[in-house]
């Protein structure tokens, strides 16, 4: 299908996607990577009167570690995460870059736009929640910081507001004896998650887990925080069944739907079993050996 008509507007720097922005209001769409608004107005899913493309902003494609996190520019593509040296070294988000769609996707498709579409099936959102994100936000009345947690509000919603552009994503630097890891299944490579995880986790002197973080996606409306595996990891030392009980908690909250990816108690069921497999890899990265 072709989509409705639209006025299309070429934006070469922020502030004139902002003016574009601001004029033409809620009738306006930004255009970043055109993987999921394109189809979506194709089926007359998204019908916006006009399209603000930002892809002739030159300098927005950066990824650099900046005081204290990993910037990801509103024009960075998947593609360049999956190959960056620099993101190498942040495994959580280095693992979601080479699941997300196909290769041919992730040459289009960018960070910042996954997280501004918020599909609750999407890799990204899954990655930055338990990455700990946030996002930048630049409208006329200037700039803000959202979290990850408040920037993705429900399917398909996020707070970037009328007249709004998300300029940046940042991924906290991991502190010391901190490693992730981030796993999706999929019918086949290209697919949407049939489920997918994420953890985080930080190991204190003592050998405990000072800090932890654990999110799970296609299980829900959006990305989940799994907050009672979060409380049962933090202070506790690493076991077999520690991860267990993780996973029991992802198992808890997960509400998914049926469809032809699967029963709901599968999907229920596998957003438990990645939990434990993104645990017992964030172990192994820290070098402890999976746990027992
Ligand atoms: C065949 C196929 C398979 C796919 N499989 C997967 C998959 O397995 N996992 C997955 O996570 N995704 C998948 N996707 C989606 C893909 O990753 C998209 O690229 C991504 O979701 C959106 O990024 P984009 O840059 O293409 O954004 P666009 O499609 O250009 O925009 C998406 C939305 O975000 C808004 N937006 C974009 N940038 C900004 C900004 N800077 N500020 C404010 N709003 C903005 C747009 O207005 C639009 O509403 C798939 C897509 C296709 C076509």
Not at 174 to 180: I, K, L, S, W
Request: aromatic content about 6%; overall charge neutral; glycine content about 10%.
């Amino acid at each position: 299908m072709f989509p409705a008509a639209f006025e299309y507007q070429r934006a070469r720097s922020v502030d004139e996607a902002l003016s574009l922005l601001a004029k033409h209001g809620s009738d306006a769409r930004i255009l970043a990577g055109g993987q999921s608004l394109i189809p979506a107005m194709r089926y007359r899913l998204a019908r916006p009167a006009v399209l603000v493309d930002i892809n002739p902003i030159s300098g927005l494609d950066y990824l650099r570690e900046d005081k204290g996190a990993l910037v990801v520019g509103a024009l960075a593509r998947d593609s360049a995460l999956e190959n960056s040296a620099l993101v190498a070294r942040y495994r959580l988000v280095a693992d979601a870059s080479m699941v997300v769609a196909d290769p041919v996707v992730r040459q289009s498709g960018t960070v910042v736009g996954s997280l501004c579409h918020n599909d609750p099936s999407g890799d990204w959102p899954v990655a930055a929640m338990a990455g700990g994100a946030s996002v930048l936000v630049r409208g006329a009345k200037g700039e803000r910081v959202v979290a990850i947690d408040d920037f993705l509000v429900d399917s398909f919603t996020m707070t970037v507001g009328e007249g709004e552009m998300a300029i940046e994503v940042r991924f906290p630097t991991p502190p010391e004896r901190t490693a992730g890891a981030y796993y999706k299944i999929e019918r086949k490579v290209g697919d949407f998650a049939t489920a997918c995880a994420a953890a985080r986790v930080t190991l204190g002197a003592d050998g405990a887990i000072a800090d932890a973080s654990v999110a799970i996606g296609a299980v829900g409306p959006k990305a989940m925080r799994v907050a009672g595996a979060e409380k049962l990891l933090r202070g506790a030392k690493p076991s077999r069944e520690l991860v267990r009980s993780a996973g029991d908690a992802a198992r808890t909250i997960a509400d998914p739907v049926a469809d032809n990816r699967g029963s709901a108690e599968y999907k229920k069921a596998m957003a438990g079993v990645l939990v434990e497999r993104a645990l017992v890899t964030a172990f192994e990265r820290l070098g402890i050996g999976g746990p027992k």
